[in-house]
């Protein structure tokens, strides 16, 4: 049995719901439907369930946004960020000053980093962790002398961030549009789907032609104009996307042969939700030069990015070098003592109650689970791994043809779920499933049952209303 609304209810629901949608600008923002609807108001959560502002109960089949690792509510994490607030609640990390959670955060995480990433910048989320990765390595080649090197590959549909920079190296095509993005700076290669590969070819010949594409983008700017290459583990926002095997490995090694350096991206992938801390090593067998990670470092307790660099790089950008040794990057908030503090009792807690185990046993179980939704109407593919998982809508089976736009089919198949209990995210025509980690197995069926009911009642909605599902 789970808990029944945790505390009362202590607000007036209409105020907040108006009080939100009068003033409050909200991320990523469909205005018509906001204008028209306002925003679930979410006022409570405890382990994996969310309560909204009328005291309803959902299961957070999202864990926040990917980010909720250890389940909500966690009274130990509370009692942390309060101690840590009376003890010390800020003080700045510049040059000649540190506190004690930023130290020790910063020797756990090269601890569980691989063994060659030892030197931890602190951000203040996952954008400003890939922001601030790129001027670290466009700092790197400068102090090298190699000051053409500043151009990054990244991949269509991936996401880095909504920064200024990471804009520009988030692939999502609809996201850059109506914005400005920084110039030249980010060229793309293709998304490596496996689903969408062209008809008629295997997963091997398609990882091939995925390997081959990016050393011809290197060769075509010039190696000596490419920085980094840009790649998340497993695609989150862009849909969920697990690439052929062999793909990271493969790729590195290019990037290796020309000198461009390699940026694993783990701001979703970290901290247990393929069931380790970092995925690069253990799942992809990647030896990245920097790995980013933000979201379940803290479990979204309270907001934190690291940059994770690797020795070589360090080296060469604490070189002293006569008027020219001062790193001139950081934030007022980089190593926060409350952030830092809740990032280690995260982690205190993942490695106690053995969540990266959990999630490797029960993952399996639950990919198996959702995999059965695969014969229901619409549903063209379910993928993912472990706690990370994605369900893609089609009108059409065979050909993978999808509905039209208009039709908004992951918001009809969230709106059904919410209505009956479930938080899933809707993504243009996929629905994502990332809940926190420490769902049972009876919570992960009562998941299924609800999404699978759920996309029922939209294809009967559809079928109702003449729109065509084959
Ligand atoms: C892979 C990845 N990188 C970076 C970011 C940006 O993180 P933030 O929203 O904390 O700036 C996100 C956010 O979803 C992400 O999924």
Redesign the pocket.
Known sequence: MTDPMPTQPRYDAKVLWRQDKDHCIHPFTHFPSFEKEGALVIAEGRGAYVFDVDGRRYLDGIAG??CVNIGHGNAEMADTLAEQARRLSFFNTFVDTTNPPAAQLAAKLADLAPAHLNRVFFDT????A?DSTVRTIHYYFNRLGMHAKKKLISRVDA????SYLTMALTGKREDHEGFDLPEGLVDYVSCPNPYRRPAGMTIDEYCDQLVDELEAKILELGPENVAAFFA?PIM??GGVIVPPAGYHRRTQDVCRRYGVLTVS?E??TGFGRLGHMFASEPTFDLSPDVITS??GITSGYVPL?ASIFSDQIYEVISRSEPGRDSFNHGFTYSGHPICCAAALKNIEIIERDRICEHVREVGPYFEKRLSRLESLPLVGDVRGSHFMLCVENVANKQTKALLPEEVAIGDRISDHCEKRGLIVRPLGHLNVISPPLIMTRDEIDELVEILGASIEATADDLTREGIRID
């Open positions: 946004l990917w989320g996952g954008s400003a890939n996401y880095h961030g909504s998340e989150g926002a991206d701001v979703v933000a979201k990015g």
